[in-house]
């Protein structure tokens, strides 16, 4: 049981600009809601010296939002209409809710994101106007074993996974006293400059995921229950799934000279790649925002299981090798055309879930393989684990690269419970 203690407001510490700010086309076709993460430390000697937690959070929080101003604001609807919005910055801050829990850490387990881990991280009611609703959200739980938690929720229409990610280190390191202090590149219009596009953007892979075959109604698929599977590919069965890949390549003569990487060697319908380096010039390394663009990759089930799984690496890595500057840059140009964005958000402009549904034969994954996850030290040492939130629908997927370094994978996984048991199987077979 979590109780919660107290909420501190937390405002930038120095003046901040008040201004509108731009928020481009790939902001715009972000949710609302916020992405979930925490952040476990173990109790040690070092979070003893660190005195008051909360304390210490605050503190350095309020630094940090000097340069992430934007995320001391609100977002407001657009006049311009179409379910587009525009960010306020105007220093309202950030909430920190401190808590304290029985569990200890070890309680947790292996971390699966369940509805235990949900409880660390602050809920959010979407049905309020979002003029109030803050675009940073924080936790900080004490334990009865002495350790901490720290749940973190980021707006996506303000930051993708790189542009949190910063954030939480620069947090971190202001924290620590420690540097250098790498500010964000806050201007979002850097988007909008090279060339036009010259061909138009194809929109076939914004459709919605297919549905079960002969089934235009999936609503009796959404009451059956779901559950998440935390699963592991140690680096033995990742390289061996890899050389069965590049093997099957081979053979086909299709592999074009290039091993496949360990995310095209899993087998995915859709999923985000981030365009940071796709583009002329490419953007600055310390963008702060959203630079990903929907990728997907189909085939038919029959073809999946008759085929080599080299097969199905191919039609990932043609789907990720179609995303240049060109087709960004079309991408940006065809949302910014469109009249209403709203549908791509899975809450309505009220607030209210639409009720994501992938079905069973689609699968959303994330890979998080390539980001620098760990090493978020507020003064009391690294945390012992650091993972997504309890924010699954059936079929999104997470891939996480092991806290330990060695080479692992750990699989976050939501899906029917029904279909658990096959998913293991097949995930596991022949590796």
């Given at each position: 049981m979590v109780t919660l203690k107290a909420t501190h407001t937390v405002r930038?510490?120095?003046?901040?600009?008040?201004?509108i700010m731009y928020l481009n086309a790939s902001d715009q076709i972000k949710d609302i809601t916020h992405t979930p993460t925490i952040y476990f430390y173990r109790h040690s000697p070092s979070l003893d010296a660190a005195g008051d937690a909360v304390s210490?959070?605050?503190?350095?929080?309020?630094?940090?939002?000097?340069?992430?101003?934007?995320?001391a604001g609100r977002l407001n609807w657009a006049a311009e209409g179409g379910s587009r919005v525009e960010l306020h910055c105007n220093g309202k801050g950030v909430p920190i809710f401190e808590a304290e829990s029985e569990a200890a850490v070890e309680d947790f387990g292996d971390f699966t994101p369940t509805p235990a881990i949900q409880a660390l991280i602050p809920s959010v009611d979407y049905?309020?106007?979002?003029?109030?609703?803050?675009?940073?959200?924080?936790?900080?739980?004490?334990?009865?074993?002495?350790?901490?938690?720290?749940?973190?929720?980021?707006?996506?229409?303000?930051?993708?996974g790189p542009s949190a990610l910063h954030f939480v280190d620069e947090w971190a390191k202001i924290a620590r006293s420690m540097g250098p202090i790498v500010p964000p590149f806050l201007d979002r219009t850097v988007l909008e400059n090279g060339s036009p596009p010259a061909k138009p953007f194809d929109p076939a892979v914004l459709r919605p995921p297919p549905t079960l075959i002969g089934q235009e109604d999936n609503m009796e698929q959404r009451k059956k229950p779901i559950t998440v599977a935390f699963l592991n590919l140690t680096k033995l069965q990742i390289e061996k799934l890899r050389n069965k890949v590049n093997l099957d390549s081979d053979k086909n003569n299709s592999?074009?000279?290039?091993?496949y990487s360990r995310f095209e060697a899993q087998t995915s319908l859709h999923f985000v790649a981030d365009f940071r380096n796709k583009l002329q010039p490419p953007l600055p390394k310390n963008f702060f925002g959203n630079a990903l663009i929907r990728v997907e990759a189909t085939d038919t089930s029959g073809s999946l299981l008759s085929n080599t799984i080299g097969a199905a690496a191919k039609k990932i890595r043609e789907a990720v090798e179609k995303v240049t500057d060109e087709t960004v840059r079309a991408y940006l140009e065809y949302l910014k055309g469109l009249p209403?964005?709203?549908?791509?958000?899975?809450?309505?402009?009220s607030g209210r879930p639409k009720g994501d549904f992938y079905g069973n034969p689609n699968?959303?994954?994330?890979?998080?393989?390539?980001?620098?996850?760990?090493?978020?030290?507020?003064?009391?040492?690294?945390?012992?684990?650091?993972?997504?939130?309890?924010?699954?629908?059936?079929?999104?997927?997470?891939l996480?690269?092991?806290?330990?370094?060695?080479?692992?994978?750990?699989?976050?996984?939501?899906l029917q419970e029904e279909h658990i048991s096959a998913f293991k199987k097949c995930l596991y077979n022949d590796i």
């Open positions: 930038p510490s120095e003046p901040t600009p008040e201004e210490r959070l605050r503190d350095s929080l309020s630094k940090a939002l000097v340069l992430f101003y934007p995320l049905t309020t106007p979002i003029d109030e609703i803050p675009m940073v959200i924080v936790q900080l739980t004490r334990f009865s074993c002495g350790g901490v938690s720290i749940g973190l929720g980021i707006s996506h229409v303000m930051a993708d592999g074009g000279g290039r091993g209403d964005v709203g549908r791509f958000r899975s809450l309505d402009n699968l959303a994954i994330i890979s998080w393989t390539a980001l620098p996850l760990y090493g978020a030290d507020f003064g009391w040492g690294k945390e012992i684990h650091m993972g997504p939130g309890s924010m699954g629908f059936d079929g999104k997927t997470f996480i690269p092991s806290h330990e370094g060695d080479g692992s994978f750990n699989i976050a996984i939501w």
